[in-house]
Nanobody
């Protein structure tokens, strides 16, 4: 059974930093595309960043230069380092895995950025 558990969310002032963690079980993160998505109230879930099995990364324009996605294969974990946070980054952040025939989500972690 696949399980993704996010942690590291919280309340931070604008300009601050947070690091989100995604602990995976039931899958090997190094062989899947792994991503971070977010959903703000009243808005659709959107891609923040993802990393392919080959290590190629991709970012939403709104977070380029501020966020960094990374993967620790030994720990089977994925991270999202978020710097220079803005109030518009406030959302529930979800970890995601996907392959050609499967996909799944974590339960999400709340990030709130105060101005």
């Amino acid at each position: 059974q696949v399980q993704l558990v996010e942690s590291g969310g919280g309340l931070v002032q604008a300009g601050g930093s947070l690091r989100l963690s995604c602990a995976a079980s039931g899958i090997i993160v190094s062989i899947y595309a792994m991503g971070w998505y977010r959903q703000a109230p009243g808005k659709q879930r959107e891609l923040v960043a993802d990393i392919t099995s080959g290590g190629k990364t991709n970012y939403a324009d709104s977070v380029k230069g501020r966020f960094t996605i990374s993967r620790d294969n030994a720990k089977n974990m994925v991270y999202l380092q978020m710097n220079s946070l803005k109030p518009e980054d406030t959302a529930v952040y979800y970890c995601n895995y996907r392959s050609w025939n499967s996909a799944g989500w974590g339960q999400g972690t709340q990030v709130t950025v105060s101005s």
